[in-house]
């Protein structure tokens, strides 16, 4: 079809009257249809950015609040008025860990250790090598510790000390590996560094950072033992544990034994099943000797 045959054909339809007005609404409305659906995703998208933004700002503002109120292991040492073990915290000898547990209303994080000799201006005239250990402690609610609602001083709220699996916990522990702690609370979260002598000569074992509520020397009150060594807070200890990540190559087992042979107390693991028996003997042994006292009493009092 030609194109003047298909004008005549167009011509020849017949319209309606109001053919013409119907058609200009329907497009009208089409029109308006598509700005409203434009403006729609134009608003979702404005939302969805705005949302974004929001978030971004978020996580910086806790970041940058995070950064604000977490020391470090080096400015807790700072805090301490230790440079030396500051750069000590800041050098490739240091582990920095930031290992979390929750431990009834706190969270406790294990932050950092070092080992090394002369690397503490309070034991710059000591030769032995030492382990510092950084914890921190916050309620997990958020409340800010205080000196009125929480006892920071060392062994005050809580008692930190190292333990070393296959050895008697009261033979191995902060009190006899002639250790110390220091602590103090800033922006309402306590910071304790433990120092001890090295723990390296152990790390053919597991070596444990212990933590626990309360001022208690370790004991088999507070501690199990398994029968390959494992050491445990028992169930109702207040408390966590946390396994410290030494070289195996810095071990001296010769060191180790002379150690413990030196606090003069027994070292070798005890299981529970172990001690019962040797708490069973313990009371035969008391009773038998209640009853020589009383054989004696009544011999005595024959012979008058």
């Known amino acids: 079809?030609?194109?003047?045959?298909?004008?005549?054909?167009?011509?020849?339809?017949?319209?309606?009257?109001?053919?013409?007005?119907?058609?200009?609404?329907?497009?009208?409305?089409?029109?308006?249809?598509?700005?409203?659906?434009?403006?729609?995703?134009?608003?979702?998208?404005?939302?969805?950015?705005?949302?974004?933004?929001?978030?971004?700002?978020?996580?910086?503002?806790?970041?940058?609040?995070?950064?604000?109120?977490?020391?470090?292991?080096?400015?807790?040492?700072?805090?301490?008025?230790?440079?030396?073990?500051?750069?000590?915290?800041?050098?490739?000898?240091?582990?920095?860990?930031?290992?979390?547990?929750?431990?009834?209303?706190?969270?406790?994080?294990?932050?950092?250790?070092?080992?090394?000799?002369?690397?503490?201006?309070?034991?710059?005239?000591?030769q032995e090598s030492r382990t510092y250990a950084v914890v921190s402690v916050v309620r997990t609610d958020g409340t800010p510790l205080t000196e009125e609602n929480y006892d920071v001083v060392p062994c005050g709220a809580f008692t930190v000390t190292p333990l070393v699996s296959g050895y008697d916990p009261r033979a191995v522990n902060v009190f006899t590996l002639n250790g110390a702690c220091s602590s103090f609370l800033r922006d309402g979260r306590a910071y304790y560094v433990l120092d001890t002598q090295s723990l390296e000569i152990f790390s053919d074992h597991t070596v444990y950072l212990a933590l626990y509520e309360g001022f208690a020397a370790p004991s088999y009150e507070r501690f199990s033992l398994a029968e390959d060594g494992t050491v445990d807070l028992r169930d109702n200890v207040t408390g966590c544990m946390f396994t410290l990540p030494l070289d195996t190559h810095t071990a001296d087992p010769d060191a180790a034994r002379a150690f413990v042979e030196s606090t003069g107390i027994p070292w070798e693991p005890m299981t529970d099943a172990q001690l019962a028996v040797q708490e069973a003997h313990e009371d035969l042994e008391v009773e038998k000797s209640a009853d020589g006292v009383g054989n004696q009493t009544f011999l005595i009092q024959e012979a008058n």
């Open 1 to 126: 079809m030609n194109r003047q045959n298909y004008r005549a054909a167009f011509d020849a339809v017949d319209f309606s009257p109001d053919f013409e007005e119907r058609t200009l609404q329907k497009l009208a409305a089409m029109r308006h249809a598509s700005e409203k659906e434009q403006n729609k995703m134009s608003m979702n998208r404005m939302k969805k950015i705005t949302l974004l933004a929001a978030a971004a700002v978020a996580l910086l503002a806790v970041t940058v609040s995070a950064a604000v109120l977490w020391l470090t292991p080096a400015q807790v040492a700072e805090e301490l008025n230790d440079p030396m073990l500051a750069e000590a915290f800041q050098s490739e000898a240091a582990v920095i860990l930031n290992e979390t547990q929750t431990v009834g209303d706190y969270t406790v994080t294990l932050m950092g250790m070092v080992s090394g000799a002369n690397i503490s201006q309070w034991c710059a005239d000591v």
